[in-house]
């Protein structure tokens, strides 16, 4: 259940306020190029506090890697990345350790596991997306020698559409104690054709269920998505001619497979849960509560969401191409 | 990639025009009473002819259980259930066999394995469907024991919400040699708390998983969906009080895991690819090619999707509740 | 737990005496030209009443491919083969319906799912080994493209090593009521260097787990064996000079991957429990019992192990084939 | 490939003489008590450089718990466990690094990967077992809370079966510059009925399948093992009266469930391949050389498999026992 992919596995674990978080990565082809220095962009990326726009938590994430690699080269064994926990105090947390938090995963877990390491949300914590950003960078690294790139952006913040208005939105959400969401587009140039296997192995299948485990994330759709459905077949299908496809509804994908044009997927990120506002809830004992979440949250999440998004993309490509090999075409 | 599953676990098999399809259910609880005829309502609901709305194709199918059944009841051996493929002309098809058809799955399966069945689409057909039904079959049998049931409805055709006038959207289409897509929602009442696991086996990372892995669906979401990225964290937030949840915008999962509300999913089905309306293409020389694909096509395929994705999500939440058994909560 | 293989993905399904007994290979490359007469030697092979060696319960299989292969050749799409079961009477076993026959799964499967097909052993019985000899004929089809090829030999009967004493060992037990067993050596020629994955992976570690899983195998060993626990090291490496390895004590297997030597697996059959001698056991309601299992059983089942281990270890080779596709050694 | 079990699931990690060794339990329950100094007793048996009889390199090895504790017990999140390398000289491997020393993986990890950490045999050293104790030591705290337990000890070394003289038999093969093999016992009691699974899960299966991915294991058996195939059919079998069986020459298993009594397994380890008696080899080049393998090394690794062959069937059981709820016994 903490492992993703089946040829390029990566296993992920940690929580938010235990000692590591990390991944290794079970089935990294040999030979690629991989030190900490490539995985720092990513680390980057994901990290909070670099504006207004996000929680002033400072996470001075330093990625190490643990095996897998010699004389600066995968070498076809586990790669294990970890990144120490820092700069966090538990305390922090104490006075939520008996709420569940609306919109959080505090009630599930806790009547799941019968337990839950509630400090920071556990292993439920958006934290956790730091062993998916180390993985999902040697994927970008796997995936660049075969000429597929990965990019993501965000295109709506509460509904609106203007780039120009994204942090407006976000600010007077935060000046009301309150938080948005947003939709992320993510697309693949490069891919070649073949990518992806029939009936549960389909490549929007793999997608979806990738993009769809990252918290927060409530919606996913390939090419034109939603709105395919309220199209005439004449309009959603892809013609072709000699130079190829003559558009890309599909969003790059036909039967499951990859066709070749890019892979164009969006995400539809819920608000952040943890709010200011006073909302009703409950506590372990059952007892009516009204809670109001302070501290150091992301009034927004999505600006972080678009590198965890790409690299989610980027894992599933790994593991598709990977796949594409195991076919021995040269049967015949 | 042909298995679903990691505890109930269904191996579908077979091409349209084929000797038969089926599926084999390894995983599949021992004492559930299960014959044939169980199975019948599930073959009837997906089957076309029915009326004006679908492919005339006559399907007469007859579902037969091999193995896993005695006495009337499941003995937790592998329950391997087929049915013969009857009643299909493949000289239908042989015209299309050098043609990739604009939005099917012709061109990518030839990219990828070198060769296809082309007849009727082979393993891309939605006549795959039918071991999906056979297996989400005996799946609704297994949750109604424990109280769980599963239902869908089209809320939407060519983005017509108004249900008295799906049927002209339809017929329209057709007169006009063309298709029309639409939305299904699915939901399933009395699942328990607790299904589902953190990070990669997150429910609606597998409900999403299912879904989008039905040909022609092209997006997915949980709960309120892309439009919970339009709202307020504390308008998105469901609440709670001693009685539970006072809403349930998150569609019944929170952090991966069911609340024990309502799981609410809604999909997008795009218009059926096989139009008469003449489209250009290629064929697999590459010489291009102009097409009209005749025959016995839905003109919408979204009322033969309902049971499918009821299906789908029968199957998923099977899955998620053996899975919660093997917690083994009496460890402390 | 019915599903064998990785890549070349094996689901065996079916009881002794239901309708049906089968296979659905998934990850089966394409291109492969295959026809129910291929598979028919395995059968042959396997079938009991050739002689006075083995039961006279006439098996009348005949093989049926109902998915996967188009104009005589694989299409890469999941192949399902069943052979129909005739010639069974079932009344033959009701006496045994109470009983937990010494040495049998009855009791076993009895505990574990509070029910079970006892006609003829149901999944337990020896029977099931025809899916596995379908699966395998497809395997050495595939692996022969390759210059592989596995066959095995009977190295020893009830502790005796002249073959020319074989068949007196049988018929003298078979005489006496009782049952004997012996050791068969398998061997795969032309494999190539690689096979086979570190760790958990370890081709020996696949052939045990293939061998040790078909009914009554209680012992496998690699290369020189247990007889390698007695030597000295400098006995048992495998020395090499420019022509490759002088030995092959290895079994043709180093860490876990092939050398491109032989490999050479043995396996320990036990005496076939069904024997004629009263031995004591208990009932399903605990109750004392004495029993005598008559009828057409094998006094010695080695003979068919045969070709059942010959296939497994195809089945093992045919997965790491493919799985060493997946390298990707390109990525430098 | 790295990964070992369905429920209980062990992904180890790490390389002789890099960072880091370690293992993330996946499934594993929660409300078990754990910390390092559960761990440390496993850490310390197969420690190496505890008497004359094994190498002097010293390990200082300290385990560290990254995830899935909280407050004492496991919260049924993944649990990382590592331990960094510590006091080894890579300098001592740098003259082997062109060479295949015999009964090594050198030569097929180079031909399957293209590449190999050579420090000390990299990841096909018997270092690797580090993560395999860490996680057994977990699976003995989870298999204690039910009653099962599992123990090991040395039968036989180089044919020897007086364990008087076992240590003369390791000091004189270590006097000549040679080593020695031998043979190890596990057994388990405690196990209720009912663990494993039919057909490919069995628990002897699963028990090969564990024991041979240790390296130079070279031949497993489970009860009466080899010697069953040299036994009439009525003696082999276990006879059982209302007490019980009569005798266990099954090992525990039939049918690949256990039957209650104790689980009997027993390995042949073959002599450590690190010999300083001179060799024939050839290098990366292809050239003829001659080796001869000093430096700190085990003249007979049977002392320190004891440990790891019995983790190994704790994870074994850990995971059948974990399946074995899964089987929903209540759905009639």
Chains 1, 2, 3, 4 share one sequence.
Do not use: W
């Not at 909070?48 to 990625?63: N, V, Y």
């Not at 709420?99 to 505090?106: I, N, Q, S, V």
């Not at 997927?265 to 943890?274: E, F, H």
Request: charged share 25%.
């Amino acid at each position: 259940m903490n492992t993703f992919g089946r040829y390029f596995r990566c296993t992920s674990f940690g929580e938010s306020h235990g000692k590591a978080l990390g991944v290794v990565i079970d089935g990294c082809p040999p030979g690629i190029e991989l030190s900490e220095s490539d995985l720092m962009p990513f680390i980057e990326r994901r990290r909070p506090g670099k504006s207004a726009l996000s929680t002033p938590r400072i996470e001075s994430d330093i990625p190490e890697i643990l095996s897998g690699v010699f004389e600066g080269r995968t070498t076809g064994m586990p790669v294990a990345v970890l990144v120490y926990n820092r700069g966090h105090i538990s305390g922090d947390y104490d006075s939520l350790k008996d709420l569940f938090r609306p919109g959080h995963a505090d009630f599930t877990y806790q009547h799941r596991y019968g337990r839950r390491d509630f400090r920071g949300g556990g292993r439920s914590s958006g934290r956790e997306t730091v062993s998916r950003v180390l993985a999902g960078g040697v994927a970008m690294k796997f995936l660049e020698k075969y000429g597929i790139f990965v990019s993501a952006e965000i295109i709506e913040i509460h509904g609106e559409r203007d780039p120009v208005r994204f942090e407006d939105e976000i600010l007077s959400a935060k000046a009301a104690g309150d938080s948005v969401g947003g939709i992320v587009e993510i697309r693949a140039s490069g891919c070649p054709v073949g990518l992806g296997s029939p009936v549960f192995g389909k490549l929007d299948s793999e997608i979806a269920s990738a993009m769809m485990s990252v918290g927060s994330v409530k919606g996913v759709e390939i090419g034109d998505g939603f709105e395919a459905s309220k199209k005439f077949g004449s309009e959603n299908n892809d013609e072709m001619d000699s130079s190829g496809f003559l558009s890309n509804h599909a969003g790059g994908i036909l039967g499951g497979i990859s066709t070749g044009e890019d892979i164009v997927v969006r995400i539809a990120v819920k608000p952040t849960p943890s709010v200011e506002k006073e909302q009703k809830t409950v506590d372990t004992a059952g007892d009516e509560r009204v809670i109001s979440v302070g501290g150091r949250h992301d009034p927004c999440i999505v600006p972080r969401v678009v590198v965890v998004a790409e690299c989610m993309l980027a894992l599933v490509l790994a593991d598709a191409l990977i796949g594409s090999r195991c076919l021995m075409r040269d049967c015949e």
